[in-house]
């Protein structure tokens, strides 16, 4: 997976995901326009990851406000974590 590197907006959490230390860092405000469209790198992203995962994947989640179209979005998010961590090929932290 390539870096992804997303800067905070007041309306927008900074993303930043690091390939060599897979650690996935959330952090800010979550009420983009389109919640669908700002964090479908992201999804696409972990899809890719899951397929071939390092040893131990780190995710932070540090989200202050959040709209109820982002919540579906972590909800998403969240069950592919949930699938890497079933499958046993990535310890999550």
């Excluded at 995901?17 to 405000?29: A, H, K, L, R, V």
């Excluded at 790198?41 to 995710?59: A, C, E, R, S």
């Amino acid at each position: 997976m390539e870096p992804l590197l997303i800067k905070p907006t007041e309306d927008t959490p900074l993303i930043n995901i690091d390939p060599d230390t897979w650690e996935m860092n959330f952090s800010g405000n979550s009420l983009p326009e389109n919640a669908r469209l700002f964090y479908e790198p992201v999804i696409n992203g972990l899809d890719k990851y899951n397929n071939h995962p390092h040893k131990q994947t780190h995710f932070v989640f540090n989200v202050k406000v959040i709209s109820s179209s982002s919540t579906k979005i972590f909800f998403d998010i969240l069950n592919k974590i949930d699938v890497l961590h079933e499958s046993g090929r990535s310890e999550v932290m």
